[in-house]
């Protein structure tokens, strides 16, 4: 069984950064890829960012596209996403998840381990 544990939400205004880390315990996941998801109140799970195991491989939703930055550090058991230019519409709980036999970045069925979520709340 694998836990992950996000880290880094908070509250910051509009234009600023902030970084989300996200930490396994239970069995390495240096052959799992990992995603970052976020969901707002009302709103369905958004797909943000994904990196493959290999950690060469990442894709990104066109709303984050150049202002999010998705990485791993398999030493550490961690992934994170580095988020700049934040607009209030980035507020939302933010979640990873794990996938263990790739199958597409999208729909979060895919996806077989998940965090319990961190709150970013971005100010105009």
């Known amino acids: 069984q694998v836990q992950l544990s996000e880290s880094g939400g908070g509250l910051v205004q509009a234009g600023g950064s902030l970084r989300l880390s996200c930490v396994a315990s239970?069995?390495?996941?240096?052959?799992?890829?990992m995603g970052w998801f976020r969901q707002a109140p009302g709103k369905e799970r958004e797909f943000i960012a994904v990196i493959r195991y290999s950690g060469a491989g990442t894709h990104y939703a066109d709303s984050v596209a150049g202002r999010f930055t998705i990485s791993r550090d398999r030493a550490k058991n961690s992934v994170y996403l580095q988020m700049d230019s934040l607009k209030p519409e980035d507020t939302a709980t933010y979640y990873c998840?794990?996938?263990?036999?790739?199958?597409?970045?999208?729909?979060?069925?895919?996806?077989?381990?998940w965090g319990q979520g961190t709150q970013v709340t971005v100010s105009s």
């Open positions: 998840a794990a996938q263990r036999f790739w199958e597409s970045a999208w729909p979060p069925v895919n996806y077989d381990f």
């Open positions: 239970g069995r390495p996941l240096t052959d799992h890829a």
